[in-house]
């Protein structure tokens, strides 16, 4: 069965600090992968998403991820973390080779910020 | 503004009260689905429907109930079956590419309490 793997539950870093999420993915097709941000009682926001073509993709917020075939990840990468990001981050897949196009979501990354 | 509206924000039942949760959109979009959010668990998929009068199982769909007359309407019933309904519950839309290719985009939530 398809999954989405976030190893760090919560992760803390001071305001001003560089920041990398991780996500691992196990499937067998090429992927489509998402980044999603949640704020407390809230939704979630599209943060990026990578379908093909150019594997750094851009985001908003200043977010940045990158596909990594041969390791099967797509990590979350900012260079200087403000005290707003403060957050659940949660990466999510498409299996694009299924034929179904659920999303599979991982268990979701806290972020703390310290001022 | 174009978007996905949920309602209530919050809602309490007592139990063994079936309950309805709203969910509109007006992004003119054909697939909608419905997720349910509990702590340190990610987003787990109840039902989804791709087209009007259509829908289908997703992988908790035991205790749920949904209809789906209209394009911009996708109601999740929670029902007395239900064991454990205390959850965050979140709507999302998507166009219906093929392949797979498509964002869902998250309403705000609603949170279910049982009393």
Known sequence: AQSVTQPDIHITVSEGASLELRCNYSYGAT???FWYVQSPGQG??????????????????????????SQSSFNLRKPSVHWSDAAEYFCAVVDSGAGSYQLTFGKGT????IP | ????????????????QNVTLSCEQNLNHDAMYWYRQDPGQG?????????????????????YSVSREKKESFPLTVTSAQKNPTAFYLCASSTRTSGGADTQYFGPGTR????
């Open chain 2, 112 to 115: 279910l309490t049982v009393l």
């Open chain 1, 110 to 113: 806290k972020l703390s910020v």
């Open chain 2, 43 to 63: 987003l787990r998929l109840i039902y989804y429907s791709q087209i009007v009068n259509d829908f289908q199982k997703g992988d908790i769909a035991e205790g």
């Open chain 1, 31 to 33: 992927p489509y992968l």
């Open chain 2, 1 to 16: 503004d174009g978007g996905i509206t949920q309602s209530p924000k919050y809602l309490f039942r007592k139990e063994g």
């Open chain 1, 44 to 69: 979630l926001q599209l943060l990026l998403k990578y379908f093909s073509g150019d594997t750094l993709v851009q985001g908003i917020k200043g977010f940045e991820a990158e596909f990594k075939r």
